[in-house]
């Protein structure tokens, strides 16, 4: 290897040139990857966003926060249909135990019904029986016959108040049936006919009534088909608008005009010359002349 001496310069020189360039170049490559980090960190700073994500404020990328927003709006839509889908097989599933509850009532109430019948049947036919002769030549069949008309007196009146009761539930039931039908057809009314009231509600029932309609026939039909009152609406205005048409072509139609006055001509009382005279013939002539 070449020694760094006096008498060879070059070697001097070029060492130091060489420790030079290595004492250098490491410096101006630390500042160009400075720069080009604070340049990254500036374009990255400028391409991200902040929104603001049912209050929580998110920092992103554009891309990147919309495809968060799809997502959410994804998932609210799901949580939404499904939240629909629980809530409707709840109703379902009420609506199916409030029936077979009213089925059960009915049977039981139904059995109820022939047992009070049945007691009553059998009350009037011991109360034929003559007991106190029944007593004389059979007096344990007369006491079984006592015991028995003592057990269904007590029994007839718990067999009545058990079926009243069922009967004011079946009814209680029916009420909040009909109200929650009437609630619902109210709010479908609402949405399809605009502006319903009662006063509107009265207005298709006179339409009805005009064309014969059983309306109170047809207000318990409509508590489970609304829609037949969109009909009616409908026919309603179909007839009006068709009134209305006729009435303004009735008025556009000019009126006809009278007949014109024809005036008769004087009637001529000019004679014949067959029947003129002498003297009234000379008088036309010279009225002839004068012309």
Avoid: C
Wanted: hydrophobic residues 35%.
């Amino acid at each position: 290897m070449l020694e760094a001496t006096a008498d060879n310069p070059f070697t001097t020189e070029s060492a130091n040139t060489a420790d030079t360039t290595a004492n250098t170049a490491p410096d101006n490559l630390n500042a160009d990857q400075g720069d080009l980090v604070e340049n990254l960190d500036t374009d990255t700073e400028l391409d991200e966003l902040e929104e603001d994500l049912e209050g929580v404020k998110v920092r992103g990328k554009k891309e990147a926060l919309e495809k968060l927003k799809t997502e959410r709006l994804l998932h609210q839509d799901y949580t939404r249909k499904t939240m629909s889908l629980a809530e409707e097989r709840r109703a379902a599933q009420a609506e199916r135990e409030q029936f077979t509850q009213t089925r059960e009532l009915h049977s039981k109430m139904d059995q109820e019904l022939f047992q009070l019948r049945a007691v009553d049947a059998r009350l009037n036919q011991l109360r034929q029986v003559n007991l106190a002769q029944l007593s004389q030549q059979n007096p344990e069949l007369a006491q079984q016959f006592r015991d028995e008309f003592i057990q269904l007196q007590a029994a007839r009146p718990q067999l009545s108040d058990s079926i009243t009761q069922k009967q004011h539930q079946l009814h209680l039931t029916q009420q909040q049936e009909t109200a929650k039908l009437y609630s619902e057809a109210q709010a479908f009314l609402m949405r399809e006919i605009k502006g319903w009231s009662s006063a509107k509600d009265a207005e298709l029932e006179s339409y009805a009534k005009q064309h014969g309609v059983n309306t109170g026939e047809l207000g318990k039909f409509l508590l489970r088909n609304p829609q037949i009152a969109v009909l009616i609406d409908k026919a309603s205005k179909w007839d009006k608008s068709v009134k209305e048409r006729l009435s303004t072509i009735k008025k556009a139609e000019p009126a006809p005009k009278p007949a014109s006055r024809i005036d008769g001509g004087k009637a001529s009382t000019q004679k014949s010359l067959s029947d003129m005279s002498a003297a009234e013939y000379r008088e036309w002539r010279q009225k002839q002349r004068n012309r």
